[in-house]
């Protein structure tokens, strides 16, 4: 990223825990980020906090950087877009943390020479923690999708994926962290039921699913092989089980990814349209 210059296009909350990101783990300094924004107020407090550049004109942010950024929400897209297509160039990388807008959505109002990524990132981004799924337009050269990557690293574990996939990325990690926020309060109760002090139940609780997922993760064995190794027979575990395959959690999960997934497609749609 040495000298690279990189706009946001909206200073909300994604495009901030972005450039926390990248100030934090240095591989930006704040002279190469603008921030466009049209709240005062915000631009004001983004440039204090990080000593970056603000703006609230689009157009000269379009301009600044080699890589855009286009952080603002899905229902005023079109109207951005139209804004800055007369600053926008081929030279530039145009990358799109827009929930929903395809690319050939983005080409049909910026240009069709123009280079595009689109990502997929979830809220845990904002401490980074995030799953971004990333992929490229047909101008999109492997670089850019590799400085795009670099970029999202700073928030998160980034995974390449074909653009068709966006609806079922957003239906997994986009929403995911809902399912899990609920699947915690869920067993935090259970806990509580049980006598458990409610801030005692709930630490239990987050350890025991970030040391499953870092289990899953290190050990790289199947999910199922490290649950039989917790499930001795009559033994309490395998009594929790049951209860849990009886009420269909599997069915009840894959259906939610499903419905969510369902829902993206149709969300797409009508802001593609
Ligand atoms: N947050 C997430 O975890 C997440 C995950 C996946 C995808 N995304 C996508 O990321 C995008 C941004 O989300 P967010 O959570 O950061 O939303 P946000 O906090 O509402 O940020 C959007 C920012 O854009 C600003 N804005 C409004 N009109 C503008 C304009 N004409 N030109 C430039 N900036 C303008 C808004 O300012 P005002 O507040 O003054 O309107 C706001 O600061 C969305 O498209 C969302 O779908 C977010």
Redesign the pocket.
Known sequence: MKGKKISF?????????MLRGLLKRKIIAPKQLLV????GE?TRFLSQKYRILVTSD?KAAARFGEIIIL????Q??K??LQ?IAGAVTSKQVIIS?????TIAFIASQIGKDKRIVRT????P??IGEGAIALCGGGRATPNDIRVARELFAAVGTTLIIPETHMDAVTGLS?SGPAYIFLIIEALTDGGVQMGLPRDVAQSLVLQTIIGSGRMVLETGDHPSKLKDLVTSPGGTTIAGLHVLEENGIRGALINAVVAASERSRELSQALND
């Open positions: 296009i909206g200073g909300g909350n994604m495009a901030e825990a466009s924004e049209p709240r915000r689009n952080a603002v929400k899905p005023i897209i109207g951005v804004e943390i827009v929930a929903g807008i997929m990132p979830n809220t981004s904002q986009g």
